[in-house]
């Protein structure tokens, strides 16, 4: 049974960079897939940050991109999300998340089909 | 971006009944090479993560109930639940894998009546 499991500080001072890692159980993190993190501010909607392809390749929302960097750590089966500068409005549940897949005939956007529990990181002096 | 808007925010159904929602998408989801919809829905409930219920909008996920339906194409599409359970109460979101940046709807809350 596959399983995502977020780790990291609960709380993030404003202008520091928030870290979080996702560690995948269950399954190998370079099989194929695509590992995102998403976050939904307490009360809000979901927000998709980002995702990583275990090769490297990297896709940004554009609104977070400056400020956001997904990497990857096959040995520890792994990856993580760091988040610059970060204020108030970073507040979230963070949650990391597999989708897509590739083949040896392409890379393909799919759904969200397995998540973590989710983090609680607030942004606070 | 691909803006997705659900109607309504906010839902009151009767245990036993239907309840129906939809997502709008600002522009079409439906990829022509291969006629899938870029579309999945999502349930959530209070202190958990999503739940992945429907995807390329109308397959059911493994285990989801046959209650739950999916259905629409291009940039109209609905979220049936046939006969409403108690279990069901949470908020339901859609969401595009058209293109990045992935997008979702703003949620809509489904209670009991």
């Known amino acids: 049974q596959e399983q995502l499991q977020e780790s990291g500080p609960g709380l993030v001072k404003p202008s520091e960079t928030l870290s979080l890692t996702c560690a995948v159980s269950?399954?190998?993190?370079?099989?194929?897939?695509?590992w995102g993190w998403i976050r939904q501010p307490p009360g809000k909607g979901l927000e998709w940050i980002g995702s990583i392809y275990p090769s490297g390749s990297t896709y940004y929302n554009p609104s977070l991109k400056s400020r956001v960097t997904i990497s990857v750590d096959t040995s520890k089966n792994q990856f993580s999300l760091k988040l610059s500068s970060v204020t108030a409005a970073d507040t979230a549940v963070y949650y990391c998340?597999?989708?897509?897949?590739?083949?040896?005939?392409?890379?393909?956007?799919?759904?969200?089909?397995?998540w973590g529990q989710g983090t609680l990181v607030t942004v606070s002096s | 971006d691909i803006v997705m808007t659900q109607s309504p925010d906010s839902l009151s159904v009767s245990l036993g009944e239907r309840a129906t929602i939809n997502c709008k998408s600002s522009?079409?989801?439906?990829?022509?090479?291969?006629?899938?919809?870029?579309l999945a829905w999502y349930q959530q409930k209070p202190g958990q993560p999503p739940k992945l219920l429907i995807y390329?909008?109308?397959t059911r996920e493994s285990g989801v109930p046959d209650r739950f339906s999916g259905s629409g194409s291009a940039t109209d599409f609905t979220l049936t639940i046939s006969s409403l359970q108690a279990e069901d109460v949470a908020v339901y979101y859609c969401q595009q894998y058209f293109s990045t940046p992935y997008t979702f709807g703003q949620g809509t809350k489904l209670e009991i009546k």
């Open positions: 390329w909008a109308s």
């Open positions: 522009q079409s989801v439906l990829y022509s090479s291969n006629n899938k919809n870029y």
């Open positions: 269950g399954y190998s993190i370079s099989s194929g897939y695509y």
């Open positions: 998340a597999r989708h897509g897949y590739c083949t040896t005939g392409g890379c393909y956007h799919t759904y969200f089909d397995y």
